[in-house]
Protein backbone atom coordinates (compact mmCIF):
# COMPACT_ATOMS: atom_id res chain seq x y z
CA UNK A 1 0.00 0.00 0.00
CA UNK A 2 1.54 3.54 -1.28
CA UNK A 3 2.10 6.00 1.43
CA UNK A 4 -0.16 8.96 1.36
CA UNK A 5 1.02 12.41 0.60
CA UNK A 6 0.20 14.86 3.70
CA UNK A 7 0.00 18.05 4.21
CA UNK A 8 1.33 19.18 7.97
CA UNK A 9 1.53 22.36 9.88
CA UNK A 10 3.48 22.79 13.29
CA UNK A 11 1.12 25.13 15.25
CA UNK A 12 1.85 26.70 18.78
CA UNK A 13 -0.82 26.69 21.36
CA UNK A 14 -1.40 27.71 24.66
CA UNK A 15 -3.67 25.40 27.41
CA UNK A 16 -4.67 27.51 30.32
CA UNK A 17 -6.89 26.42 34.01
CA UNK A 18 -8.93 29.23 34.10
CA UNK A 19 -10.98 29.76 36.83
CA UNK A 20 -14.66 30.48 35.67
CA UNK A 21 -17.68 32.02 37.49
CA UNK A 22 -21.18 30.65 37.15
CA UNK A 23 -23.25 33.80 37.21
CA UNK A 24 -26.67 32.50 37.63
CA UNK A 25 -25.51 29.76 39.84
CA UNK A 26 -22.41 31.08 42.03
CA UNK A 27 -20.52 28.49 41.06
CA UNK A 28 -16.89 28.48 40.71
CA UNK A 29 -15.10 26.34 38.18
CA UNK A 30 -11.33 25.23 36.92
CA UNK A 31 -11.99 25.02 33.28
CA UNK A 32 -9.15 23.81 31.04
CA UNK A 33 -9.08 25.80 27.43
CA UNK A 34 -7.04 25.71 24.89
CA UNK A 35 -6.36 28.39 22.68
CA UNK A 36 -3.79 28.89 19.14
CA UNK A 37 -0.83 31.01 19.73
CA UNK A 38 1.87 31.74 22.23
CA UNK A 39 0.09 34.39 24.89
CA UNK A 40 0.50 34.37 28.54
CA UNK A 41 -0.78 36.73 31.33
CA UNK A 42 -3.33 39.73 30.47
CA UNK A 43 -2.94 38.82 26.82
CA UNK A 44 -3.76 35.00 27.38
CA UNK A 45 -7.15 35.99 29.88
CA UNK A 46 -8.19 38.40 27.03
CA UNK A 47 -7.95 36.12 23.92
CA UNK A 48 -9.83 33.49 25.83
CA UNK A 49 -12.54 35.66 27.08
CA UNK A 50 -13.37 36.53 23.37
CA UNK A 51 -13.40 33.45 22.35
CA UNK A 52 -14.95 31.31 24.97
CA UNK A 53 -16.52 33.93 27.93
CA UNK A 54 -20.53 33.99 27.44
CA UNK A 55 -23.03 36.17 29.56
CA UNK A 56 -24.08 33.67 32.12
CA UNK A 57 -19.74 31.71 32.43
CA UNK A 58 -17.30 34.63 32.85
CA UNK A 59 -13.42 33.96 32.73
CA UNK A 60 -12.00 35.39 35.91
CA UNK A 61 -8.53 34.33 36.30
CA UNK A 62 -5.62 32.35 34.89
CA UNK A 63 -4.07 29.72 37.19
CA UNK A 64 -1.46 28.03 35.22
CA UNK A 65 -0.82 27.81 31.25
CA UNK A 66 1.54 25.94 28.96
CA UNK A 67 2.64 26.27 25.32
CA UNK A 68 3.13 23.21 23.24
CA UNK A 69 3.93 23.02 19.67
CA UNK A 70 1.59 20.25 17.91
CA UNK A 71 1.92 18.78 14.75
CA UNK A 72 -1.41 18.40 12.28
CA UNK A 73 -2.06 16.78 9.45
CA UNK A 74 -4.59 15.54 7.00
CA UNK A 75 -3.99 13.98 3.40
CA UNK A 76 -3.52 15.99 0.75
CA UNK A 77 -7.00 14.78 -1.20
CA UNK A 78 -8.50 16.05 2.05
CA UNK A 79 -6.85 19.51 1.96
CA UNK A 80 -7.81 20.33 -1.62
CA UNK A 81 -11.37 19.20 -1.25
CA UNK A 82 -11.30 21.53 1.76
CA UNK A 83 -9.14 24.21 1.40
CA UNK A 84 -9.93 27.76 -0.09
CA UNK A 85 -7.46 28.73 -2.70
CA UNK A 86 -5.76 32.45 -2.36
CA UNK A 87 -3.91 34.44 -4.78
CA UNK A 88 -0.35 33.86 -5.36
CA UNK A 89 2.24 35.48 -3.11
CA UNK A 90 4.62 36.70 -5.14
CA UNK A 91 5.62 37.08 -9.01
CA UNK A 92 8.40 35.27 -10.10
CA UNK A 93 11.08 37.05 -12.44
CA UNK A 94 9.91 34.55 -15.02
CA UNK A 95 6.09 35.59 -14.86
CA UNK A 96 7.00 39.04 -14.96
CA UNK A 97 8.91 38.70 -18.17
CA UNK A 98 5.70 37.27 -19.75
CA UNK A 99 3.72 40.39 -19.49
Given at each position: ???????TRTIEQTTAKVM????????????PYTISGELTGDALL???QDTYQTDTMKLV???ESTVESVLYG??????????????????TVSESENN
Open positions: MARKRMVTLNVVTAEVTITKALHVLMEEEEFIKLAKVLPKRYV
